[in-house]
Protein backbone atom coordinates (compact mmCIF):
# COMPACT_ATOMS: atom_id res chain seq x y z
CA UNK A 1 0.00 0.00 0.00
CA UNK A 2 1.20 3.01 -0.50
CA UNK A 3 1.82 6.05 1.71
CA UNK A 4 -1.26 7.99 1.21
CA UNK A 5 -3.40 4.69 2.34
CA UNK A 6 -6.55 6.34 3.87
CA UNK A 7 -8.77 3.48 5.79
CA UNK A 8 -12.48 3.66 5.51
CA UNK A 9 -14.18 3.53 9.05
CA UNK A 10 -16.82 0.96 9.82
CA UNK A 11 -19.80 2.85 10.49
CA UNK A 12 -23.81 2.90 9.76
CA UNK A 13 -23.47 4.08 6.62
CA UNK A 14 -20.55 2.12 5.19
CA UNK A 15 -22.40 -0.88 6.16
CA UNK A 16 -25.62 0.29 4.73
CA UNK A 17 -24.44 0.94 1.24
CA UNK A 18 -21.76 -2.80 1.44
CA UNK A 19 -18.41 -0.40 0.45
CA UNK A 20 -16.43 -2.64 2.02
CA UNK A 21 -17.69 -5.43 0.27
CA UNK A 22 -17.86 -3.82 -3.13
CA UNK A 23 -14.51 -2.98 -2.49
CA UNK A 24 -13.55 -6.66 -1.73
CA UNK A 25 -15.24 -7.54 -5.11
CA UNK A 26 -13.43 -5.15 -7.06
CA UNK A 27 -10.22 -5.91 -5.67
CA UNK A 28 -10.21 -9.11 -5.71
CA UNK A 29 -12.87 -10.57 -8.45
CA UNK A 30 -13.51 -13.92 -8.57
CA UNK A 31 -11.58 -14.68 -5.73
CA UNK A 32 -13.23 -12.49 -3.24
CA UNK A 33 -14.81 -13.97 -0.71
CA UNK A 34 -17.57 -12.16 0.58
CA UNK A 35 -20.98 -13.41 1.07
CA UNK A 36 -23.85 -12.44 -0.77
CA UNK A 37 -26.31 -10.24 0.13
CA UNK A 38 -28.91 -13.18 0.03
CA UNK A 39 -26.45 -15.47 1.88
CA UNK A 40 -26.02 -12.78 4.82
CA UNK A 41 -29.72 -12.78 4.97
CA UNK A 42 -30.48 -16.47 4.91
CA UNK A 43 -27.77 -17.05 7.88
CA UNK A 44 -29.26 -14.35 9.98
CA UNK A 45 -32.58 -15.88 9.75
CA UNK A 46 -31.35 -19.03 10.56
CA UNK A 47 -30.80 -17.75 14.32
CA UNK A 48 -33.29 -14.99 14.18
CA UNK A 49 -36.20 -15.44 12.10
CA UNK A 50 -37.84 -12.19 10.72
CA UNK A 51 -40.67 -12.63 13.17
CA UNK A 52 -38.99 -13.69 16.36
CA UNK A 53 -39.65 -12.06 19.62
CA UNK A 54 -37.05 -8.99 19.80
CA UNK A 55 -38.32 -7.96 22.97
CA UNK A 56 -35.02 -8.91 25.23
CA UNK A 57 -32.50 -9.79 22.33
CA UNK A 58 -28.98 -9.28 23.52
CA UNK A 59 -25.68 -9.18 21.42
CA UNK A 60 -22.36 -10.01 23.28
CA UNK A 61 -19.11 -7.64 22.28
CA UNK A 62 -15.49 -8.65 22.75
CA UNK A 63 -13.99 -6.32 20.23
CA UNK A 64 -14.97 -3.58 17.83
CA UNK A 65 -18.24 -3.80 19.29
CA UNK A 66 -16.95 -2.75 22.60
CA UNK A 67 -15.18 0.70 21.24
CA UNK A 68 -17.38 1.26 18.20
CA UNK A 69 -20.66 -0.61 18.76
CA UNK A 70 -23.28 1.27 15.85
CA UNK A 71 -25.47 -1.24 16.41
CA UNK A 72 -29.20 0.77 18.42
CA UNK A 73 -29.64 -0.67 21.69
CA UNK A 74 -31.38 0.72 24.73
CA UNK A 75 -29.29 -1.12 27.58
CA UNK A 76 -25.91 -2.33 28.01
CA UNK A 77 -23.89 -4.05 30.56
CA UNK A 78 -20.94 -5.53 31.76
CA UNK A 79 -20.63 -10.02 31.23
CA UNK A 80 -18.93 -12.83 31.10
CA UNK A 81 -19.17 -15.68 29.33
CA UNK A 82 -17.57 -19.48 29.84
CA UNK A 83 -16.13 -21.80 27.52
CA UNK A 84 -14.65 -19.01 25.53
CA UNK A 85 -12.03 -16.47 25.09
CA UNK A 86 -10.75 -13.56 23.21
CA UNK A 87 -8.05 -14.40 20.40
CA UNK A 88 -6.39 -12.99 17.79
CA UNK A 89 -7.13 -16.11 15.63
CA UNK A 90 -8.43 -15.10 12.30
CA UNK A 91 -6.71 -13.98 9.39
CA UNK A 92 -7.94 -10.98 7.50
CA UNK A 93 -7.40 -9.67 3.79
CA UNK A 94 -9.69 -6.87 3.86
CA UNK A 95 -10.76 -4.90 7.01
CA UNK A 96 -7.57 -4.86 8.72
CA UNK A 97 -5.04 -6.68 6.42
CA UNK A 98 -4.77 -7.22 2.36
CA UNK A 99 -3.68 -10.15 0.01
CA UNK A 100 -0.29 -9.72 0.31
CA UNK A 101 -0.05 -9.27 3.96
CA UNK A 102 -2.87 -10.49 6.28
CA UNK A 103 -3.74 -9.22 9.09
CA UNK A 104 -5.50 -10.97 12.25
CA UNK A 105 -8.78 -9.44 13.95
CA UNK A 106 -10.68 -10.96 17.50
CA UNK A 107 -12.55 -13.63 17.30
CA UNK A 108 -13.54 -16.20 20.74
CA UNK A 109 -12.42 -19.00 20.89
CA UNK A 110 -13.01 -22.32 22.38
CA UNK A 111 -11.57 -22.52 26.36
CA UNK A 112 -11.66 -20.52 29.37
CA UNK A 113 -13.90 -17.46 29.72
CA UNK A 114 -14.48 -13.65 28.32
CA UNK A 115 -15.67 -10.12 29.33
CA UNK A 116 -16.79 -8.02 27.65
CA UNK A 117 -20.37 -6.10 26.86
CA UNK A 118 -24.10 -7.12 26.17
CA UNK A 119 -26.04 -4.87 24.44
CA UNK A 120 -30.09 -5.36 24.59
CA UNK A 121 -31.46 -3.99 21.22
CA UNK A 122 -34.47 -1.89 20.82
CA UNK A 123 -37.18 -4.20 20.22
CA UNK A 124 -38.61 -2.15 17.44
CA UNK A 125 -35.61 -1.70 15.27
CA UNK A 126 -33.85 -5.30 16.57
CA UNK A 127 -34.51 -7.02 13.59
CA UNK A 128 -32.71 -4.34 10.89
CA UNK A 129 -29.88 -3.97 13.50
CA UNK A 130 -28.85 -7.19 13.19
CA UNK A 131 -28.71 -7.08 9.37
CA UNK A 132 -26.11 -4.39 9.56
CA UNK A 133 -24.29 -6.52 12.00
CA UNK A 134 -23.89 -9.62 9.82
CA UNK A 135 -22.90 -7.20 6.87
CA UNK A 136 -20.02 -6.84 9.81
CA UNK A 137 -19.50 -9.80 11.41
CA UNK A 138 -20.23 -12.43 8.55
CA UNK A 139 -19.06 -10.96 5.73
CA UNK A 140 -16.55 -13.62 4.76
CA UNK A 141 -18.20 -16.06 7.14
CA UNK A 142 -15.34 -16.47 9.11
CA UNK A 143 -17.66 -16.91 12.18
CA UNK A 144 -20.28 -18.53 13.78
CA UNK A 145 -23.00 -16.95 15.43
CA UNK A 146 -23.88 -18.55 18.09
CA UNK A 147 -26.35 -18.08 21.31
CA UNK A 148 -24.40 -17.37 24.63
CA UNK A 149 -24.99 -17.30 28.54
CA UNK A 150 -24.19 -13.67 29.14
CA UNK A 151 -23.52 -13.36 33.15
CA UNK A 152 -24.61 -9.63 34.15
CA UNK A 153 -25.30 -7.49 37.36
CA UNK A 154 -28.85 -8.33 36.09
CA UNK A 155 -28.94 -12.28 36.02
CA UNK A 156 -28.46 -14.42 32.91
CA UNK A 157 -29.17 -12.68 29.49
CA UNK A 158 -29.29 -14.74 26.25
CA UNK A 159 -27.08 -12.98 24.26
CA UNK A 160 -25.57 -14.16 20.21
CA UNK A 161 -22.21 -14.00 19.62
CA UNK A 162 -19.75 -14.61 17.01
CA UNK A 163 -17.28 -17.23 17.17
CA UNK A 164 -14.52 -18.59 15.30
CA UNK A 165 -15.35 -21.26 12.25
CA UNK A 166 -12.45 -23.19 12.74
CA UNK A 167 -13.56 -24.77 9.61
CA UNK A 168 -12.91 -21.32 7.79
CA UNK A 169 -9.67 -20.97 6.33
CA UNK A 170 -9.21 -18.10 8.07
CA UNK A 171 -8.78 -19.95 11.00
CA UNK A 172 -5.50 -19.50 12.68
CA UNK A 173 -4.82 -22.04 15.25
CA UNK A 174 -2.29 -20.69 18.02
CA UNK A 175 1.23 -19.40 16.83
CA UNK A 176 3.94 -18.23 18.13
CA UNK A 177 3.67 -15.13 20.03
CA UNK A 178 6.57 -13.62 17.91
CA UNK A 179 4.11 -13.72 14.49
CA UNK A 180 0.99 -12.52 16.31
CA UNK A 181 3.03 -9.41 17.02
CA UNK A 182 4.58 -8.87 13.88
CA UNK A 183 1.64 -9.59 11.96
CA UNK A 184 -0.64 -6.88 14.40
CA UNK A 185 2.42 -4.64 13.79
CA UNK A 186 2.59 -4.46 10.25
CA UNK A 187 -0.67 -5.34 8.86
CA UNK A 188 -3.54 -2.89 7.36
CA UNK A 189 -6.48 -2.82 5.49
CA UNK A 190 -9.68 -1.20 4.26
CA UNK A 191 -10.91 -0.12 7.56
CA UNK A 192 -7.42 0.46 9.04
CA UNK A 193 -3.94 -0.56 10.41
CA UNK A 194 -4.38 -3.87 12.56
CA UNK A 195 -2.88 -2.55 16.04
CA UNK A 196 -4.68 0.51 15.54
CA UNK A 197 -7.87 -2.34 16.21
CA UNK A 198 -5.79 -3.97 18.99
CA UNK A 199 -5.57 -0.22 20.80
CA UNK A 200 -8.61 1.09 20.38
CA UNK A 201 -10.21 -2.48 21.95
CA UNK A 202 -8.14 -2.74 24.54
CA UNK A 203 -8.87 1.02 25.53
CA UNK A 204 -12.51 0.36 24.82
CA UNK A 205 -12.69 -2.66 27.87
CA UNK A 206 -10.22 -0.83 29.86
CA UNK A 207 -12.80 2.42 29.91
CA UNK A 208 -15.32 -0.34 31.33
CA UNK A 209 -13.05 -1.13 34.70
CA UNK A 210 -12.14 -4.97 32.33
CA UNK A 211 -8.72 -6.16 32.52
CA UNK A 212 -7.14 -8.60 29.96
CA UNK A 213 -4.21 -9.67 30.12
CA UNK A 214 -3.28 -11.17 27.45
CA UNK A 215 -4.37 -8.07 25.34
CA UNK A 216 -1.99 -5.77 27.49
CA UNK A 217 0.88 -8.57 26.84
CA UNK A 218 -0.05 -7.70 23.19
CA UNK A 219 -0.32 -4.14 23.14
CA UNK A 220 3.02 -3.88 24.69
CA UNK A 221 4.88 -6.07 22.85
CA UNK A 222 3.36 -4.12 19.83
CA UNK A 223 4.01 -0.82 20.68
CA UNK A 224 7.58 -1.44 21.92
CA UNK A 225 8.12 -3.33 17.78
CA UNK A 226 6.75 0.09 16.65
CA UNK A 227 8.67 1.78 18.55
CA UNK A 228 12.35 -0.02 17.57
CA UNK A 229 10.88 0.76 14.06
CA UNK A 230 10.80 4.29 13.89
Known sequence: MNKRFKATPITRKTLQNWSVAKMARERDGSEATVASEYKLLQSRRYMVPDD???SDLWVFGYGSLIFNPIIAHDQRLIA???????????????GRGSPEYPGLVLSLDHGGSCVGLAYRLEPDTAIAELDLLWRREMLTLSYNARWLQLQTCEGIKRGLG???????????????????????AE???????????????LAGIKEYGI?????EKLANAVSQRLASTK
Open 52 to 54: ADC
Open 80 to 94: RIHGYHRRFCLWTKI
Open 162 to 184: FVANPKSPAYAPPMPFETTVNTV
Open 187 to 201: ARGFNGHCYDYLFDT
Open 211 to 215: YDAAM
